[in-house]
């Protein structure tokens, strides 16, 4: 069935480096891709998402785009700051709605 | 906050204990979903709602269950509870699932609710 798969974690970086964070995806035809993001305590959250092929989804300095050819969608971010410090999550909608997740990359940011 | 509440926020129960969590979607949205996040499973899609219907099912075991009632809230289940039934479950709302366009309707997710199964 379709799946996603993310680079593993934790990922600790300093300030203001540049940050990659792989994910590709098996699935029948082309399904929309998202970038969740957790902070403790709190739910997920939508970052940015892309529907169709070369598209290329952004918010708050975060980048993805949408890659048919290499089946992958990886998120960057030029500069990240102490507050990007959260769980990274890659989804992709099959079906009816029904999100699929991967398994999450904990990102840390030190001063 | 994006206006889906979950209660309550922590449970702690003992196995073969029965358990309900409850989850209010955002005004105006009509359909809800159900996920379970754990360590070794990672975050799954149980079951969705529109209206009041069942919609989809994902890994939704048959001790689980859930119902969405006429005023939208929405409540899941456990039964027989195991020690790996511990978990967050998070509930999240959207105004339906699809536009009439064929494109996604953002889910937003609540805090969720944190199981402990002792």
Sequence with gaps: GNSVTQMEGPVTLSEEAFLTINCTYTATGYPSLFWYVQYPGEGLQLLLKATKADDKGSNKGFEATYRKETTSFHLEKGSVQVSDSAVYFCAQIQGAQKLVFGQGTRLTINP | ?118
């Design chain 2, 1 to 118: 906050d994006s206006g889906v509440t979950q209660t309550p926020k922590h449970l702690i129960t003992a196995t073969g204990q029965r358990v309900t969590l409850r989850c209010s979607p955002r005004s105006g949205d009509l359909s809800v979903y159900w996920y379970q996040q754990s360590l070794d499973q990672g975050l799954q899609f149980l079951i969705q709602y529109y209206n009041g219907e069942e919609r989809a099912k994902g890994n939704i075991l048959e001790r689980f269950s859930a119902q969405q009632f006429p005023d939208l809230h929405s409540e899941l289940n456990l039964s027989s509870l195991e020690l790996g039934d511990s978990a967050l479950y998070f509930c999240a709302s959207s105004v339906q699932p699809m536009t009439s366009g064929g494109s996604y309707n953002e889910q937003f997710f609540g805090p969720g609710t944190r199981l402990t199964v002792l």
